[in-house]
């Protein structure tokens, strides 16, 4: 499996706080909830910005808001429907800038 991030491409300049995502996955598929009952294949996204969660994410879109001015690093991982990380675990990370 892979995840992939499309938008915010690597080295952009973002202007406003709000910073729309956009990724890929490849090899798994996104459901809509959580549940007890796993699948090697399924689940959904932990999206966090400079190593905090900022949301849960159960599509390939979502706008982190509340973004600070700076350097940033976004990471996007596909994570089981119980929350758990895939062996091995399934990451991508791009950096970008916020300018207001």
């Known amino acids: 499996m892979e995840v992939s991030i499309d938008r915010p491409a690597n080295g952009?300049?973002?202007?406003?706080s709000n910073v729309p995502i956009v990724v890929e996955v490849s090899g798994g598929e996104i459901?809509?909830?959580?549940?007890?009952?796993?699948?090697?294949?399924r689940g959904h996204l932990h999206v966090s910005v400079d190593d905090r969660i900022v949301s849960m994410n159960f599509g390939r879109t979502d706008v982190v808001r509340g973004v600070a001015p700076g350097l940033?690093?976004?990471?996007?991982e596909?994570?089981?429907?119980?929350?758990?990380?895939f062996e091995p675990?399934?990451?991508?990370?791009?950096?970008?800038?916020?300018?207001?």
């Open 12 to 16: 952009a300049v973002l202007h406003g």
């Open 31 to 41: 459901v809509p909830t959580t549940t007890s009952a796993i699948s090697p294949t």
């Open 72 to 76: 940033h690093v976004l990471q996007v």
């Open 78 to 85: 596909f994570v089981a429907s119980d929350h758990l990380p």
């Open 89 to 100: 675990r399934v990451i991508s990370r791009t950096t970008f800038e916020v300018e207001r």
